[in-house]
């Protein structure tokens, strides 16, 4: 079992930075690939950023690509998403998940983490 908290949301202005925590509980955090969806108000969830469990490949959705950047850090069992330029229609609740599969979590997560607001003003 492994728990995820995500921290680290908040308001900010069009252009500004924010960056995404996910802390995970349990010793097994190196055996999952993690990633970062997003889900806006009346929308799906939506993939937004990969990483696979030795933090040496990344996948993006393209509607963030240049702008965010996800990595891990193995020795406090976190991933972060870092967020630049941020744009309003980044607003969303932002969910940490970890998978087995670095190449199936689009549609395969093992665990979600409860999620943490974001909202971009202009």
């Known amino acids: 079992q492994v728990q995820l908290v995500e921290s680290g949301g908040g308001l900010v202005r069009a252009g500004d930075s924010l960056r995404l925590s996910c802390a995970a509980s349990g010793r097994t955090f190196s055996t999952y690939a993690m990633g970062w969806f997003r889900q806006a108000p009346g929308k799906e969830r939506e993939f937004v950023a990969r990483i696979n469990q030795v933090g040496t490949i990344t996948n993006y959705a393209d509607s963030v690509k240049g702008r965010f950047t996800i990595s891990r850090d193995p020795a406090k069992n976190t991933v972060y998403l870092q967020m630049n330029m941020l744009k309003p229609e980044d607003t969303a609740v932002y969910y940490c998940?970890?998978?087995?599969?670095?190449?199936?979590?689009?549609?395969?997560?093992?665990?979600w983490g409860q999620g943490t607001q974001v909202t971009v003003s202009s």
């Open positions: 998940a970890a998978s087995t599969s670095y190449f199936e979590i689009r549609s395969y997560v093992n665990f």
